[in-house]
């Protein structure tokens, strides 16, 4: 067997050979670098974009959760004179006409007519004898009475659920002291018969 001799060695061409493969391990860092950082983009692009998801679809079920309750809100504002006829007409009733079975049957369709709305979210803003509230009083005027409490209500306000749907139109006290009506005195010795009474 004939001895080989060995390989000429070369130092430049190693140390050649050295530099090469530094700056391939250097470029391979720096590309693993930049995929890594589009990985991470990509990552958080899709973290942002999923997250958005969600909120849409929070805001799209509370949307329709909200048109659901409040699809009504044109129709029961269109019927709501009626129920004030209906207020406006029992007051009108005499006194002696009170108890007639044709008012008490009127008042039956009222109170089911209430109820019905009730059921649908409605409910009525106190007004009368409260501190007045611009968020669900309206003043129409002025008038004498307690200072920014309101004395008298035109027309009832309501909400439907906690959506003012109509304000309350009343008139708030101005501070100035109500004066009480007093009755007039009967004349002294007269006496009420009881026919008389009765034509009263």
Known sequence: MIPQEPAETNP?????????TAESDQDLA????????????????????????????????????????????????????????????????????VKADWVE??????????????????????????????????????TKGEDGVVVQEFEKGYKLQDKIIRHSKVAVGNGEPVEELKKPNKEPGKTETKAEEKNE
């Open 12 to 20: 430049e061409k190693a140390q050649v050979n050295n530099e090469t």
């Open 30 to 97: 720096k590309e693993l670098a930049y995929y890594k950082q589009k990985a991470d983009d990509y990552l958080d692009s899709w973290k942002r974009s999923q997250a958005d998801f969600v909120n849409y679809k929070r805001r799209a079920e509370q949307e329709r959760l909200e048109m659901g309750v409040y699809a009504n809100t044109q129709l029961i504002l269109t019927i709501l004179p009626i129920l004030d006829d209906f207020e406006r007409a029992f007051d009108a009733v005499s006194h002696k006409h």
């Open 105 to 142: 049957g009127v008042k039956l369709v009222e109170r089911k007519f209430k109820t019905i709305l009730e059921t649908q979210g409605l409910s009525q803003i106190k007004a009368k004898g409260e501190v007045f509230d611009p968020n669900l009083h309206e003043a129409v005027m002025q």
